[in-house]
């Protein structure tokens, strides 16, 4: 699985948290508008209490786009200003039958 | 004796001296030496804000003008749209960072969603310092897809 490689010393993998949060949250779910915007939030919220349990110094900011299957497309792109060595990113991507998840999890390092 | 003191050093409970002045060729041998190992020990520069702060209005107009100038005329092209996304987000960064302000690090984040009646709901949330680390979005609607922009910014020292 995905795995960030965040400074020298530290590599977590936060696909695979991210993972079995998307999972617990949608698993076989169809995409229903009233219930999407608490999804969203507890996916993200989810992923967020893992990482922040892994007791690392860093800084998280994750996104999640739930979107419903319709064969329309879906780009993102994201660009960053930051320190190579200690920060880092992953993305990670989920479907099921009617809904489409991407999670997108940047760490940001805390000098201490 | 009566005398200016040229140097001085200063040990403070916690904090590393100041690295002496090598020369420049010297340095860099001792860099490439050290590697990757060694952390550099910068002086306590005792700031504990930015100087020029980060200033969402400001951003949140560039990012605006930035989406509505790139996008206004272009029609959803599934061929296109990954490299359109990829340099909208690289042209806000660059806008971004020539606004100069003072120790931020920052992640742009932009999504392109083509307009097929579906529903999509975006949602973030981050764990920061509240006090200096912010975030601002913009969004460009079109008639066949919709451009939302993320830009957050980090305080780091």
Same mark, same amino acid.
């Given at each position: 699985?995905?795995?960030?490689?965040?400074?020298?010393?530290?590599?977590?993998?936060?696909?695979?948290?991210?993972?079995?949060?998307?999972?617990?949250?949608?698993?076989?779910?169809?995409? =229903?508008?009233?219930?999407? =915007?608490?999804?969203?939030?507890?996916?993200?919220?989810?992923?967020?209490?893992?990482?922040?349990?892994?007791?690392?110094?860093?800084?998280?900011?994750?996104?999640?786009?739930?979107?419903?299957?319709?064969?329309?497309?879906?780009?993102?792109?994201?660009?960053?200003?930051?320190?190579?060595?200690?920060?880092?990113?992953?993305?990670?991507?989920?479907?099921?039958?009617?809904? =489409?998840?991407?999670?997108?999890?940047?760490?940001?390092?805390?000098?201490? | 004796?009566?005398?200016?003191?040229?140097?001085?050093? %200063?040990?403070?409970?916690?904090? @590393?001296?100041?690295?002496?002045?090598?020369?420049?060729?010297?340095?860099?041998?001792?860099?490439?030496?050290?590697?990757?190992?060694?952390?550099?020990? %910068?002086?306590?520069?005792?700031?504990?804000?930015?100087?020029?702060?980060?200033?969402?209005?400001?951003?949140?107009?560039?990012?605006?003008?930035?989406?509505?100038?790139?996008?206004?005329?272009?029609?959803?092209?599934?061929?296109?749209?990954?490299?359109?996304?990829?340099?909208?987000?690289?042209?806000?960064?660059?806008?971004?960072?020539?606004?100069?302000?003072?120790? %931020?690090? %920052?992640?742009?984040?932009?999504?392109?969603?083509?307009?097929?009646?579906?529903?999509?709901?975006?949602?973030?949330?981050?764990?920061?310092?509240?006090?200096?680390?912010?975030?601002?979005?913009?969004?460009?609607?079109?008639?066949?897809?919709?451009?939302? @922009?993320?830009?957050?910014?980090?305080?780091?020292?």
């Amino acid at each position: 699985s995905q795995s960030v490689a965040v400074g020298e010393h530290a590599i977590f993998s936060s696909s695979d948290t991210s993972c079995a949060c998307i999972e617990s949250v949608l698993g076989k779910a169809d995409y =229903n508008h009233n219930k999407v =915007n608490q999804w969203t939030a507890a996916i993200v919220e989810q992923s967020l209490t893992h990482l922040v349990k892994l007791g690392k110094t860093y800084k998280y900011i994750v996104t999640c786009a739930v979107m419903q299957k319709s064969g329309a497309g879906l780009h993102t792109a994201s660009s960053c200003f930051w320190d190579t060595t200690t920060d880092g990113t992953c993305t990670v991507r989920w479907e099921n039958r009617t809904m =489409n998840c991407i999670v997108n999890v940047f760490a940001v390092a805390i000098i201490l | 004796m009566k005398g200016k003191r040229t140097q001085s050093n %200063y040990e403070a409970l916690g904090t @590393a001296p100041m690295e002496e002045c090598f020369s420049n060729s010297m340095k860099t041998k001792l860099l490439s030496f050290r590697a990757s190992r060694a952390k550099i020990r %910068y002086a306590n520069t005792y700031r504990l804000e930015s100087h020029n702060k980060f200033r969402d209005y400001l951003v949140r107009d560039k990012a605006q003008a930035i989406l509505t100038n790139k996008l206004q005329q272009a029609k959803y092209d599934g061929v296109s749209s990954p490299s359109l996304c990829a340099s909208i987000s690289e042209e806000i960064l660059k806008a971004v960072k020539e606004l100069d302000f003072d120790r %931020y690090k %920052y992640v742009v984040s932009v999504l392109i969603v083509e307009k097929a009646g579906q529903a999509i709901n975006v949602a973030s949330r981050c764990v920061w310092d509240v006090q200096r680390d912010t975030w601002i979005s913009a969004k460009c609607e079109t008639e066949t897809f919709i451009a939302l @922009a993320l830009v957050m910014a980090c305080y780091y020292e």
